[in-house]
């Protein structure tokens, strides 16, 4: 096996160089785009700096320094403390991960924190009201016991909140065409659906 075969057959080498060139692809369209004033170029910024990222996060400012690479997952997990979203296949095919992106679904584990400055960012941990009282997706998917291991269920509670606000849940084959994101691997779909159809009439 040659070096670069070797090198790709290591999924952790192919994720962090994936995150590394995209970062650096874009610091350097964003350069290009600069108009020649005549001036001092800027010093090169070394994409391997901290990054500021400020960003609401359920409703409170955070202000991370993170590497350029952190994705918004791991930002959440690891430099907030908020380990309700769930990282499952790491690689986009699971939605346990999913968090809300200025209300809409987004999978945390394929968007990077520095894309999500000046955002809000709204996680499981940010429906329930101030005084704990669950949000109506929450004691839905209690009531109609839609979950078993429980692993996937903030990604499905996250994602079925905005489906519902998307008007993407009048009919139960509906429901399941844009819930089919989220993958469950205890099969508990008949019961996610029996609640996000009861959780939909209480929220409208
Ligand atoms: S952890 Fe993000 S989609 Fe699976
Ligand atoms: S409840 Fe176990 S994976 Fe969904």
Redo the contacts with the bound molecule.
């Keep these: 096996m040659t070096q670069s075969n070797r090198d790709r057959s290591n999924p952790r080498w192919n994720r962090r160089n994936f995150l590394a060139s995209t970062v650096v692809s874009t610091m350097s369209v964003g350069l290009l785009d600069r108009p020649a004033t005549g001036a001092a170029a800027p010093a090169a910024t070394n994409p391997r700096d901290p990054f500021k990222v400020t960003a609401q996060i359920n409703g409170q400012r955070h202000q991370l320094s993170l590497d350029v690479r952190t994705t918004l997952l791991d930002a959440l997990r690891e430099h907030v403390g908020l380990t309700g979203t769930k990282k499952g296949c790491d690689h986009g095919q699971c939605g346990a991960c999913t968090v809300l992106l200025n209300d809409r679904r987004v999978l945390s584990c394929l968007t990077l924190a520095a894309s999500v400055d000046g955002q809000q960012i709204t996680t499981i941990e940010g429906l329930s009201k101030p005084g704990g009282a669950l949000h109506p997706m929450q004691q839905a998917f209690i009531d109609h016991d839609a979950?078993?291991?429980?692993?996937?269920?903030p990604g499905q509670i996250v994602s079925a909140v905005a489906c519902v606000k998307e008007g993407h849940a009048e009919t139960d084959a509906d429901i399941r065409e844009y819930m089919s994101g989220n993958l469950?691997?205890?099969a508990?779909y008949p019961n996610i659906v029996a609640a996000i159809k009861q959780a939909k009439s209480e929220m409208t």
Excluded at 147 to 153: A, L, N, S
């Design positions: 979950f078993q291991c429980g692993y996937c269920t469950c691997r205890c508990a």
